[in-house]
């Protein structure tokens, strides 16, 4: 079999953290290659030494039969391999052309033209992908889809050997995810390997022609994936029998050791979209006409809702369509322009970006634990911080969650993207006195952070006297779908009601790529 | 004095105050498009200034630009090392090299030509009439009677305008002042990028301290330069980055200043020096965006890499 890409015991280390551990892995050419496991598992490192942004501690990568040692990006560009992050490597403010035409020098005459012909060249690829990629908008003004698609026709104007994508369908509606195996199926037949970083078991099974899984920075597994079911994938990622969370309900797992000590949990019902009995009709959050925001595209137009206690009001909708300004709204940072707030004293926020709003990188956990918590009666000592309760309640939070931190004395910055996810989101809970405005928060998360995440979200809004009320802001409509009693669409800027008949994905995929100004 | 006259002689005396700011500004106009804000421009116009005197003297005025010019890149150089290269922060770092600059031109100024403050005169470098161009009414006296630093500041608008915003240099550069990550990833080298724009401010900076010396006064002062270089990067932001913009921005303060000696000559009853503030207030209705969206680079000021960030976590 030729090879389009080989990494032989490839091993890396970031301070005592082995993230890679002697992994082999190997690239057929024409393939779609899954590469799954849980956060720190060491998917993107690999994907990165691949790519040529990490150098391996030890160990071969061969391109195309080749030995090679990748210095950067540019290296790896030069022999075929395009890397599409999850954080894309657009300039917002140039358009999609000047995009394409800024990472690939066959744009170029000698004298620093562009060279005539190439837009026709570029427009031209893009269609023979059936890839509709906007060419003459600043980026910055598309959608993540959008954004999506420019950054793939970027990397694949030029000669390609090696397609890298790191969670290209994180932040996708569901049709787009669709739209997007239709390329990388295009893109394989023409002969590119496709590596697919990925944490949706069922999305990966449904276009990769190979799997292979990592699990603590050890190769697990490599398989064809028409021989593999979403449990043993799952199983392979965890190391144990577990149901993965996009695929069975919330209390249906089998009791792993997230849930000891916590009986409330079983509590939930196993249907989801279900509320638990009787519904408390105390409103505990209410937004009337709410604007953000002026002129053809305001952030936020005329958005009303009432949130009650215990029960869970799910926001589907695809990225920057207006979620952004509704959690700051919820959670009172930002004032609406026009409309009124009216939001309770105890708010728990998860932001989108965790590692920029939610931590303070040079704080260890537990001084990030204390920063929520400095205002609760309950952890302070007169006017001084009652730094012992704080200290347990923050390893306890470590322990809960699974965070990957050797103490709750570690620097936040230090932790990866999903263990700095688990520790605000579990600082968060403590504070949702009253109302926890959640934005995807399991996105980039493990499987069993995953389920442990979801699972006490439910148990929060079900268990109590007074259980705080849920907005979950989530792109992943699977999750809306089942944990979410009420849902609602936003669609640029708009919050459309999704009746209770119409709670499941393809109605409300076609809500969230609708105009959002026709129905209901 | 005729009101004509009036105004000829204003507009002549505001094209010259511009010719400095012009020049420094679009200097540093092409350093903030590749993510560095240098607040030392101020001690590149003072090495440029004293460069020039230096150079003026041992060679000859025209010989002076370019040791002024050269004098501001070095200044300019220093600036990057430390801001770019070390990745130091940039405000703090040029604020260091401004008034240090402003301290060692003062005492090679005076290790050479004494304390006493004994007055240098210096050769200056003559005007250039344009031929026809310069015999059109009022304006032809005031933009085409002036020295080649002029000139090269009008050449330097269209020129940078076309390397900004339509060759592949132009466009690598803007990309390490929007995204240094998305710029990387794309291949440009962005701290070289980065370090070539700010010499490249500082040698425009240079030129124009040259010019205060060798056009403008034909002598070297101690903080001769008077805010000339702060007054660029204020230029920078009133005219939006753009090499246009800029220009007229310059003409804009060079004008405000120009009123304000034409108003004190003419004995006029007003508080002339709000003239000088007036530009600045502009300048800040400019950042607030009064004038219509235009924002500075977005990775303005940052710097590039973010080690640490890159050490931690690779996904960042």
Redesign the interface.
């Known amino acids: 079999m030729t090879v389009a890409a080989r990494l032989d015991s490839i091993t890396r280390r ?1 301070g005592p953290v082995t993230a890679l551990d002697k992994v082999d892995f190997e690239l057929a050419p024409g393939e779609i290659h899954g590469l799954l496991g849980e956060n720190g598992a060491g998917k ?2 690999l994907a ?1 030494i691949l790519g040529g ?2 150098a391996p501690d030890a160990g071969r990568v061969e391109i195309g039969g080749q030995r090679v040692e990748l210095r ?3 290296d790896a ?1 030069v022999l075929g391999v395009a ?1 599409v ?10 358009t999609g052309f ?2 394409v ?3 690939n ?1 066959e ?2 005459t000698r ?3 562009i060279a005539p012909g190439y837009r026709s060249q570029v427009e031209a690829h893009a269609s023979e992908l059936k890839l509709d990629a906007e060419l003459d908008a600043p980026v910055a003004a598309l959608g993540v889809g959008e954004r999506q698609r420019v950054e793939i026709l970027k990397a694949l104007m030029s000669e390609t050997r090696v397609l890298l994508l790191d969670e290209p369908t994180a932040v996708l509606a569901p049709q787009e995810v669709d739209g997007l195996f239709a390329v990388l199926r295009e893109v394989a037949a023409a002969g590119t390997a496709i590596v697919l970083v990925a944490h949706k078991l069922d999305e990966v099974l449904a276009v990769a022609d190979r799997v292979t899984v990592l699990r603590r920075g050890r190769h697990v597994l490599t398989e064809e994936a028409a021989g593999l079911s979403a449990g043993e994938l799952a199983e392979a990622m965890v190391g144990r029998a577990v149901a993965a969370p996009s695929v069975s309900g919330v209390g249906s797992m089998g009791g792993g050791e997230g849930e000891r000590g916590r009986p409330g949990g079983q509590t939930a019902d196993g249907g989801g979209a279900q509320p638990s009995g009787e519904p408390d009709s105390t409103p505990v959050a209410i937004l009337a006409d709410v604007t953000i925001g002026a002129g053809e595209a305001p952030a936020l137009s005329d958005v009303s809702m009432t949130v009650h206690r215990g029960e869970i009001f799910g926001i589907a909708g695809v990225d920057g369509n207006g979620q952004r300004a509704l959690a700051a709204v919820l959670a009172g940072t930002l004032k609406p322009d026009t409309g009124a707030a009216t939001l309770p004293d105890e708010v728990g926020w998860i932001p989108q970006d965790r ?1 920029e709003e939610g931590l303070v990188k040079e704080f260890t956990i537990t001084e990030n634990v204390a920063l929520a918590l400095h205002e609760k009666p309950a952890y302070r000592r007169g006017p001084w911080l009652d730094w012992a309760r704080i200290g347990e309640t923050s390893a306890a939070l470590v322990d809960e969650l699974d965070v990957l931190a050797r103490s709750p004395d570690t620097s936040a ?5 999903g263990n700095q996810q688990k520790v605000v989101t579990g600082r968060e809970f403590l504070r949702a006195g009253e109302l926890l405005v959640a934005e995807s928060p399991t996105r980039g998360l493990d499987v069993k952070a995953t389920r442990a995440v979801r699972e006490r979200i439910v148990q929060l809004a079900r268990t109590g006297n007074r259980p705080p009320g849920v907005v979950l802001i989530s792109a992943d409509l699977d999750e809306v779908l089942e944990l979410a009693d009420r849902i609602a669409v936003m669609v640029r800027g708009r919050l459309i009601p999704v009746e209770r008949d119409d709670h499941n994905a393809a109605a409300i995929g076609a809500l969230m790529l609708s105009a959002g100004d026709g129905t209901p | 004095m005729t009101d004509l006259a009036a105004l000829s002689s204003f507009l002549v005396a505001a094209v010259g105050l511009a010719v400095p700011l012009a020049l420094a500004a679009l200097g540093e106009t092409v350093s903030e498009r590749s993510g560095v804000i240098n607040i030392g421009l101020e001690g590149s116009v003072i090495w440029g200034a004293l460069g020039g005197a230096l150079g003026a003297l041992t060679v000859g005025p025209h010989a002076g630009l370019a040791t002024g010019a050269l004098a501001g890149g070095l200044a300019a150089l220093v600036f990057a090392g430390f801001a770019v290269r070390l990745g130091t922060d940039q405000i703090i770092t040029g604020t260091a090299v401004t008034i240090g600059s402003l301290g060692f031109t003062g005492a090679v100024f005076q290790s050479r030509f004494g304390a006493t403050g004994l007055a240098l005169e210096l050769q200056t470098v003559p005007a250039w009439e344009v031929p026809v161009l310069s015999r059109i009414p009022l304006l032809g006296p005031a933009f085409f009677d002036q020295a080649i630093t002029a000139y090269l500041a009008y050449a330097m608008v269209p020129l940078l305008g076309w390397f900004l915003f339509r060759t592949r240099w132009g466009l690598a550069l803007r990309a390490a002042g929007e995204s240094p990550e998305a710029a990387h990833a794309a291949g440009v080298p962005v701290v070289r990028t980065r370090m070539l724009a700010t010499v490249f401010g500082g040698l425009m900076a240079g030129l124009a301290g040259a010019h205060l010396s060798l056009v403008h006064t034909g002598t070297f002062a101690e903080n001769m330069s008077a805010g000339k270089g702060f007054i660029a990067i204020a230029v920078v932001v009133l005219g939006r980055w753009r090499p246009w913009g800029v220009f007229a921005a310059a003409l804009f303060f060079g004008g405000a200043e120009a009123l304000q000696f034409t108003l004190q000559a003419l004995d006029a009853d007003l508080p002339y020096p709000l003239f000088l503030a007036l530009p600045y207030v502009l300048s800040l209705a400019a950042l607030a965006g009064w004038f219509g969206r235009s924002r500075a680079p977005e990775g303005l000021a940052l710097p590039w890499p973010r080690w640490r960030r890159i050490s931690t976590n690779p996904k960042k």
Do not use: I
């Open positions: 970031f993107t490192t990165n942004l990490l950067s990006a540019r560009r890397m992050h999850q954080h894309f490597s657009l300039v917002p403010r140039f000047e995009n035409a800024l990472f020098g744009a170029w004298r620093g033209m590692g910055g230090t932790l990866s993207g």
